[in-house]
């Protein structure tokens, strides 16, 4: 593949002449009606980009590829290690079934701007669910298969989805999950009531279907295809909810025109693939990793996109990853570190790979959590290719850093997802705002405006975006991480500077999990924090203190706890260890010390802040803090 060159310039250019550069990329797309403004900055801090343009997200995806004489071309691949085999879908085949699915949500009522919640396993027709709402001009809005009914009952109030799409089961490694009882139920708690559902039926597990429910496939064979419905490029493409420090999750909006550039543009210079090409990333469609390169940016680059269904290890063995790409010439993949870390724990001397020939694959993407360097330099001995962390977030929907591989090879150095992205102007500060030196550690927070393709606000909820990120540092998105930035500009992202963890890749609020422990009858008040573990990078633990005169079992307080979380907010919480403490360090206002606990408990003690209301109860905890730890 060629260069595009020095990436300084471009990115120079991205931040000097945002007009410019962001005008360029937007000829990469087709528009029904091209934009005249690239940027929209009469509202500050609402910013929109390509606020007159008009196009349609699927189109762009899919049918166009179709419409330049490339619908043989495979547009994915469908490889489960769980479930019965692998198929694939050419691009025209994929419009065919895309389009018929729109009008299968059309006849059931649904149109541009209303709203479709899709809770599925990775199956194709997630992803045919997902293009078929874009196809219409709706709004998708997909729930991870890993929460709660609860979970996906908030989601359903927040969203007021017409339709929800789910499937009557997923499988999890040698165990059938049922969906359906969790829609059911999910549907049960919610106050808003949809109009329909549809469910797909797999050979697994028989869905019992209701009055309001209707068979995926019985709906396919009735229903006639449904043409692309231009939208306004700031109309919303998607609503992916994501964790936020307090239990009621933020709905992160994602528009059209902004997203479809941004990605389009990501595809060759970020991940150097191109059309005609195979990119896979392991991960899930409930992620935003899911929605950008599952299925967003590899349709719209015109390349193939593998949809994976099974975990890095056990299925059948540690050795599953290489299968999947040389089976399918996958050139770059794309996962989580945690996904590595979990075949190096099977696998020390990655002697599964041999027998498999992954000649194919040019470059491997980690991206969801921290990349710590042992992982980084396994990886790259066994893999010999580049590997190349990138950080991002649900709410920027693609890379804030990363090493650019469209153009002039770049350093890297382990540890860092090396450098800002176009149009992001990364800045550390500290808790004043102040610019902080290089490689001295603070808040990372971005200039705005934001480049395109980020959220331009909450679902329905624009003052709480104002709160949430733009007003911690005037004039910045706060981003909720901390690190620093080297005297080259490599940026060093080393964790949250929030109560949002990250487990297993997965992102979550300890907020959340803190209100469904405090309703134990047991507890009289709780801390969660996130506490590094050797293969998911962090998991949660519980400290609680016991109402007084209060006498319980700790396993069984635990075991009940744990029963809870699960059946609140899911087992991707992954919350197994409750701990009971005397007291929790609080300082003089009240406020939990959950920093200071989580230094000790990760052994990296920092000073007690001198707000500190009773240091004694620090040290009382601290034997306790320092064996949750690894
Ligand atoms: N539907 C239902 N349940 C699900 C689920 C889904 N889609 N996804 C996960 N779960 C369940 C798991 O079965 C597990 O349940 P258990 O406690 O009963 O065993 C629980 O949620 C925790 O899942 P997870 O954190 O994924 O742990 P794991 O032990 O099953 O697997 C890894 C660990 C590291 C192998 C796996 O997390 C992984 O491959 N992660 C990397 C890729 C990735 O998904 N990244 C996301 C962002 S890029
Ligand atoms: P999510 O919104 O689920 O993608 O999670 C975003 C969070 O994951 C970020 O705010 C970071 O804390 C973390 N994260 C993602 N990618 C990286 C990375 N490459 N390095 C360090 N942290 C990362």
New binding site residues.
């Given amino acids: 593949m060629g260069s595009a060159g020095d990436y300084t310039a471009a990115y120079a250019r991205s931040v000097h002449d945002p007009v410019a550069f962001w005008g360029e990329a937007a000829q990469l797309v087709d528009w029904v009606e091209p934009p005249t403004t690239v940027v929209d900055d009469s509202n500050p801090p609402f910013y929109r980009w390509f606020s007159d343009g008009r196009l349609n997200t699927c189109f762009n995806a899919v049918d166009r590829h179709v419409e330049a004489g490339h619908g043989d071309r495979t547009a994915l691949i469908y490889d489960s290690a769980v479930a019965e085999g692998s198929r694939s879908l050419t691009y025209r085949e994929l419009r065919d079934e895309v389009a018929l699915f729109a009008g299968v949500l059309a006849s059931l009522g649904v149109s541009a701007g209303d709203r479709v919640i899709i809770y599925m396993p990775m199956v194709p027709e997630a992803l045919i669910a997902m293009l078929a709402t874009a196809r219409l001009g709706a709004v998708h809005s997909v729930v991870f298969g890993g929460f709660a009914p609860n979970e996906l009952a908030i989601r359903i109030d927040d969203a007021t989805p017409t339709v929800v799409v789910s499937a009557s089961c997923g499988i999890e490694g040698a165990r059938v999950i049922e969906y359906k009882p969790m829609l059911d139920k999910a549907l049960e708690l919610a106050e808003h009531k949809p109009t329909a559902t549809v469910i797909l039926q797999r050979p697994q597990v028989h869905a019992d279907m209701g009055f309001i429910d209707h068979d995926w496939v019985e709906s396919m064979s009735a229903a006639t295809p449904h043409d692309c419905v231009a939208v306004a490029a700031t109309d919303p493409l998607y609503i992916l909810y994501?964790?936020g420090t307090t239990g009621k999750p933020k709905g992160i909006v994602r528009d059209n025109g902004g997203h479809a550039v941004a990605l389009t543009w990501s595809m060759p210079n970020i991940y150097g693939v191109n059309a005609g090409e195979v990119f896979w990333a392991a991960s899930d469609v409930g992620?935003?990793?899911g929605h950008s390169y599952i299925v967003y940016a590899p349709l719209l680059a015109g390349a193939t996109t593998v949809l994976y269904e099974g975990k890095p290890v056990g299925t059948p063995d540690a050795g599953a990853f290489w299968r999947v790409v040389a089976e399918h010439k996958v050139n770059a993949l794309f996962t989580a570190p945690t996904a590595f870390r979990a075949i190096k724990k099977e696998d020390p001397n990655a002697e599964l790979l041999a027998g498999h020939d992954i000649s194919s694959l040019r470059t491997l993407f980690?991206?969801?959590?921290?990349?710590d360097p042992e992982t980084y330099h396994w990886a790259s001995q066994h893999l010999n290719i580049p590997i190349v962390?990138?950080?991002?977030?649900?709410?920027t929907g693609w890379p804030i850093?990363a090493s650019p591989r469209g153009f002039d090879e770049l350093p890297i150095k382990p540890g860092s997802?090396s450098l800002a992205m176009p149009g992001y102007i990364v800045d550390v500060l500290d808790e004043t705002g102040q610019l902080l030196d290089a490689s001295v550690d603070g808040n990372i927070a971005i200039k705005l405006p934001l480049p395109p393709g980020t959220l331009p606000t909450l679902w329905n909820d624009d003052q709480r975006y104002i709160d949430s990120y733009l007003s911690v540092f005037p004039g910045y998105y706060a981003?909720?991480?901390g690190?620093n930035v080297d005297a080259d500009g490599y940026i060093y992202?080393?964790?949250?500077t929030d109560d949002?963890i990250?487990v297993a890749?997965?992102?979550l609020s300890t907020g959340s999990m803190e209100a469904v422990v405090a309703t134990h009858p047991a507890v009289a008040e709780c801390a969660v924090i996130g506490v590094l573990d050797a293969l998911k990078g962090q998991v949660p633990r519980a400290f609680v203190v016991l109402k007084s005169g209060v006498e319980i079992d700790p396993s069984v307080l635990q075991a009940e706890v744990v029963a809870a979380i699960r059946d609140q907010i899911g087992p991707v919480a992954a919350l197994k260890s409750v701990v009971v403490v005397p007291a929790l360090p609080k300082t003089r206002s009240g406020k939990i010390l959950r920093r200071t606990m989580r230094g000790i408990a990760d052994g990296r003690p920092e000073a007690p802040p001198s707000t500190i209301d009773d240091i004694s109860v620090l040290d009382r905890i601290r034997p306790l803090l320092e064996q949750s730890g690894e």
């Fill in positions: 994501t964790s992620w935003v990793v980690l991206a969801g959590e921290r990349l962390d990138n950080w991002w977030q649900t709410e850093a997802p981003t909720g991480d690190g992202v080393m964790g949250r949002v990250n890749g997965h992102r």
